[in-house]
């Protein structure tokens, strides 16, 4: 008995350190520590296991068990990058076998009464956002690093490609859980007399959550302006004989940095969003300012000259900037040269309750461009395999952009409350 005792406390102290250890956190990805194969990896998951069996609150429970998510994530990115397919499968798994605990934990949430239910929820939610754009950097940072080494075989680099996806399907199923926990949530509410819309909308307005979304959403108009004019002009310079060469580079760039901005935005990742489309619009701007006129050789002789010269330190600055940009843009021009097909645009009326039309087919590559209008009450549109939710006010049109990239039937839906026959106002996105 008293040997129990002694390895319980000394399992315990070790907890306690483990937890301490825990809470000190980068804003960014989290270290991936101790990998698998390495010796004391056991240990490690060990103390994870013990830790979440020492906590008893639900939320922080499912914070934790993010946490640890995270973790795999980090680990999967490290042995990606060195290739090591075996590893990334272990690892995945474990990282899908977490994903399912905290889906577990997102159908058990209670509280005292339906509101407190719903702020968790909503706490929750953010959590997952910011778990998902964790999801996005890795699988980025893992595609761009693998291409720059060269190191790989065509064949590793696509299963290291399908594995790394397969983090952002088990992701977009957390949000996917949340999204209809929270719906069940607010019908109680609705049952009761009350509104959790107006709980939501309240707790994003605390959270400043519209403010970003509000934010982002008027910098990718502005951006979508300036390449309007800039299109125009350069347009009107060709038509009159000038160069237009460089002018024209710029512009391709500024409209590939806004695409970027807008599948940032539908995936609510607002300030990524309103970076982007801050840079498309500069870029636009220097399409239609300074790069009219030029070919790109006689730009790159200004610059240089620029170099030699020296005249002005922070001219000079600015334009060393540009010209990062300029290489980090042409690389991103490479790699998705001929990644869009056809644009498509559908208008699409919602109603009790329907969508009209309620199936949408597209090729694999197409940039999709949806018009939606509420005509009754407000609605709502979900579409979590390309990472969209948007309010539908009524008598308001919103305009969703994003690129059809994986074929498949995905499923959309209405996600905001709208009486008794909102649980079947569904329909369909086939891409082919």
Same mark, same amino acid.
Not at 387 to 394: A, C, D, P, Q, S
């Given at each position: 008995m008293k040997k129990t005792i002694v390895y319980f406390g000394m399992f315990l102290f070790l907890s306690i350190l483990f937890v301490s250890?825990?809470?000190?956190?980068?804003?960014?990805?989290?270290?991936?520590?101790?990998?698998?194969?390495?010796?004391?990896?056991?240990?490690?998951?060990?103390?994870?296991?013990?830790?979440?069996?020492?906590?008893?609150?639900?939320?922080?429970?499912?914070?934790?068990?993010?946490?640890?998510?995270?973790?795999?994530?980090?680990?999967?990115?490290?042995?990606?990058?060195?290739?090591?397919?075996?590893?990334?499968?272990?690892?995945?798994?474990?990282?899908?076998?977490? !994903?399912?605990?905290?889906?577990? @934990?997102?159908?058990? /949430? =209670?509280? #005292?009464? *339906?509101? $407190?239910?719903?702020?968790?929820?909503?706490?929750?939610?953010e959590k997952i956002r910011e778990h998902e754009k964790k999801v996005e950097f890795v699988n980025n940072n893992i595609k761009i690093k693998i291409k720059t080494k060269g190191e790989l075989?065509?064949?590793?680099?696509?299963?290291?490609?399908?594995?790394?996806?397969?983090?952002?399907?088990?992701?977009?199923?957390?949000?996917?859980?949340?999204?209809?926990?929270?719906?069940?949530?607010?019908?109680? !509410?609705?049952?009761?007399?009350? @509104?959790?819309?107006? /709980? =939501?909308? #309240?707790? *994003?307005? $605390?959270?400043?959550?519209?403010?970003?979304?509000?934010?982002?959403?008027?910098?990718?108009?502005?951006?979508?302006?300036?390449?309007?004019?800039?299109?125009?002009?350069i347009n009107e310079k060709a038509e009159e004989g000038d160069e237009v060469e460089a002018a024209e580079m710029r512009l391709k760039e500024a409209k590939q940095m806004l695409e970027k901005a807008i599948v940032m935005y539908n995936k609510t990742n607002y300030q990524a969003a309103e970076s982007l489309a801050e840079n498309a619009e500069r870029f636009a701007k220097q399409a239609?300012?300074?790069?009219?006129g030029k070919t790109l050789e006689e730009l790159s002789d200004e610059f240089n000259d620029s170099i030699n010269?020296?005249?002005?330190?922070?001219?000079?600055?600015?334009?060393?900037?540009?010209?990062?940009l300029e290489d980090e843009s042409e690389s991103e021009s490479n790699e998705s040269e001929s990644k869009y097909g056809e644009t498509r645009e559908f208008t699409i009326v919602a109603k009790k309750w329907e969508f009209e039309p309620n199936t949408l087919t597209v090729n694999k590559g197409d940039l999709v461009k949806l018009r939606i209008e509420s005509i009754d009450v407000d609605h709502g549109i979900s579409l979590p395999a390309f990472?969209?939710?948007?309010?539908?006010?009524?008598?308001d049109k919103v305009d969703i952009e994003f690129v059809a990239d994986k074929e498949g039937v995905f499923p959309f839906s209405c996600s905001v409350y709208c009486g008794s026959g909102h649980g079947g106002m569904d329909g369909q996105l086939i891409v082919e």
């Open positions: 250890a825990q809470e000190v956190e980068d804003e960014t990805l989290i270290d991936a520590g101790l990998a698998s194969g390495d010796v004391f990896y056991f240990l490690d998951i060990m103390m994870e296991n013990l830790d979440l069996a020492l906590t008893f609150d639900n939320e922080m429970q499912i914070e934790k068990k993010i946490k640890i998510a995270e973790e795999r994530l980090a680990e999967a990115q490290k042995v990606g990058l060195e290739g090591d397919l075996e590893k990334m499968e272990n690892i995945q798994k474990r990282y899908a076998k977490m !994903i399912l605990k905290i889906k577990s @934990d997102i159908e058990n /949430i =209670e509280e #005292e009464n *339906e509101t $407190e239910e719903l702020k968790m929820e909503l706490r929750v939610e075989t065509e064949e590793q680099m696509k299963s290291i490609g399908d594995l790394i996806s397969s983090f952002g399907n088990n992701s977009e199923d957390l949000r996917i859980e949340i999204k209809n926990q929270k719906d069940k949530t607010k019908v109680k !509410i609705e049952i009761k007399g009350g @509104d959790g819309d107006e /709980i =939501e909308a #309240e707790f *994003e307005e $605390e959270n400043n959550i519209v403010a970003n979304k509000e934010d982002a959403r008027e910098e990718i108009g502005d951006a979508r302006e300036e390449i309007g004019e800039a299109e125009k002009k239609r300012m300074k790069f009219l010269d020296s005249k002005d330190k922070d001219d000079l600055e600015s334009e060393s900037m540009d010209n990062d990472g969209i939710n948007e309010r539908l006010e009524v008598d």
